[in-house]
């Protein structure tokens, strides 16, 4: 009877050996949800205003492709091009003239990952830390009795740090969705405006 059991047994732990190395492969994803920055009240300036107020949109739509490849259950490698979106600064004037000065900041950029991943069935959490070369604009302009002193427009790119924590499930071997936070630190200089963007995105994965 030992005999005969053995050969089903040995069956057994080489499908479960074959699933866990099924686990590997490149894969490509989509991701989009709402970035957002925070924008402090001194950010835009008008010398000798003494009455203002100040508007800002902070938020924005933001999107990612990326491609990856999983080496085991638990890591993985993955880059792609992420778009921060765009964010807006008004500084309206009313005294002692009638004028307005804005900034529109813009960010994007390519980004590469390392990607620790906790599987649970078909559900699975991961954390990520990586490197995005980010490219901020901004561009400047005004109205009424505001005269604008600095350049109109500033760019710099620069390598900034970033990390993410998120959550998806496996429909198939092929096909999963996942939801992410991801932090991009310091994005920008004094010059272009600087500061954390934060993306909240949801999307598809597609393993071959």
Same mark, same amino acid.
């Given at each position: 009877?030992?005999?005969?059991?053995?050969?089903?047994?040995?069956?057994?732990?080489?499908?479960?050996?074959?699933?866990?190395?099924?686990?590997?492969? +490149?894969?490509?994803?989509? &991701?989009?949800?709402?970035?957002?920055?925070? #924008?402090?009240? &001194? +950010?835009?300036?008008?010398?000798?205003?003494?009455?203002? /107020?100040?508007?800002?949109?902070?938020?924005? /739509?933001?999107?990612?492709?990326?491609?990856?490849? @999983?080496?085991? @259950?638990?890591?993985?490698?993955?880059?792609?091009?992420?778009?921060?979106?765009?964010? @807006?600064?008004?500084?309206?004037?009313?005294?002692?003239?009638?004028?307005?000065?804005?900034?529109?900041? =813009?960010?994007?950029?390519?980004?590469?990952?390392?990607?620790? #991943?906790?599987?649970?069935?078909?559900?699975?959490?991961?954390?990520?830390?990586?490197?995005?070369?980010? /490219?901020?604009?901004? &561009? @400047?302009? &005004?109205?009424?009795?505001?005269?604008?002193?600095?350049?109109?427009?500033?760019?710099?790119?620069?390598?900034?740090?970033?990390?993410?924590?998120?959550?998806?499930?496996?429909?198939?071997?092929?096909?999963?969705?996942?939801?992410?936070? =991801?932090?991009?630190?310091?994005?920008? /200089?004094?010059?272009?405006?600087?500061?954390?963007?934060?993306? #909240?995105? #949801?999307?598809?994965?597609?393993?071959?």
């Amino acid at each position: 009877m030992l005999l005969k059991t053995l050969p089903l047994a040995f069956a057994f732990a080489s499908a479960g050996v074959l699933a866990q190395d099924d686990m590997r492969g +490149a894969y490509l994803g989509l &991701s989009g949800g709402q970035s957002r920055v925070t #924008i402090e009240d &001194s +950010a835009v300036t008008v010398l000798g205003a003494t009455a203002s /107020t100040f508007s800002k949109d902070e938020t924005d /739509t933001g999107f990612k492709l990326y491609a990856g490849y @999983r080496f085991n @259950r638990h890591f993985a490698l993955e880059g792609g091009w992420t778009d921060l979106g765009s964010f @807006r600064a008004t500084r309206n004037v009313t005294a002692p003239a009638v004028g307005s000065l804005s900034a529109e900041i =813009e960010a994007s950029g390519f980004h590469f990952d390392a990607v620790g #991943i906790l599987p649970l069935q078909q559900f699975f959490l991961f954390g990520k830390l990586g490197l995005m070369y980010a /490219t901020t604009e901004t &561009s @400047r302009s &005004s109205t009424g009795a505001v005269v604008l002193a600095g350049p109109r427009s500033s760019k710099d790119s620069e390598v900034e740090f970033k990390a993410g924590v998120g959550a998806g499930f496996a429909f198939t071997r092929n096909l999963a969705i996942r939801a992410e936070w =991801e932090r991009v630190t310091d994005v920008g /200089t004094t010059e272009t405006g600087e500061g954390d963007i934060d993306l #909240i995105s #949801i999307g598809v994965t597609w393993r071959f």
